[in-house]
């Protein structure tokens, strides 16, 4: 073969390889769950072999738990930016974090990682660890950067929480008053 026929074939790195699996199994995890899900199909989605997928995350069990780490900086780093605007605009930083929830809300990957995640966490111990030590940091964050009374981070996380399970059975107004009443923040 000459030069000018063969083409150069270029090599992804394994940190590229691991974004594109992350993302896969955001996906596919989304799908299914994560203990219904076989890691077959993340990495067919990620396009590679499950050898492959094993060498980046040696078990199940770690892909699973970088996907939920991954699912979890979204939010907390969505909660962080809005309220450094809402302080930058001298706006409420507690509204500006329920509207970037909202956002969040709208891509049903990242809502249904979140259901799946505190699904799973009832039987795997290290996805409800993980589950704690991502809502104390939350929870810090609202805390700091609101300055309010634990009632109303109370009230910020369960409104959140209900407006997960809302999104995830698909109830929206036409739906009727019980939805309407439930879904308002």
Known sequence: MTTATTSKRTLSTAEERREAVL???MSVFAEKGFLGTPTTEVAKAAGISQAYLFRLFPTKTDLVLAVVRRSN?????AFASAAARAHAAGTDPLEAMA???SELLQDRTMLMTQIH????AASMPEVAEASRDWFATLYDLVARETGLPPDDIHR?????MLLNVMAAIGATDE???WAQNLRVC
Do not use: K
């Open 23 to 25: 993302e896969a199994g």
């Open 73 to 77: 900086e979204r939010i907390h780093d």
């Open 99 to 101: 509207d970037s929830y």
């Open 117 to 120: 995640q505190h699904a799973a």
């Open 156 to 160: 910020f996380f369960a409104t959140g």
């Open 175 to 177: 739906h009727g008053t």
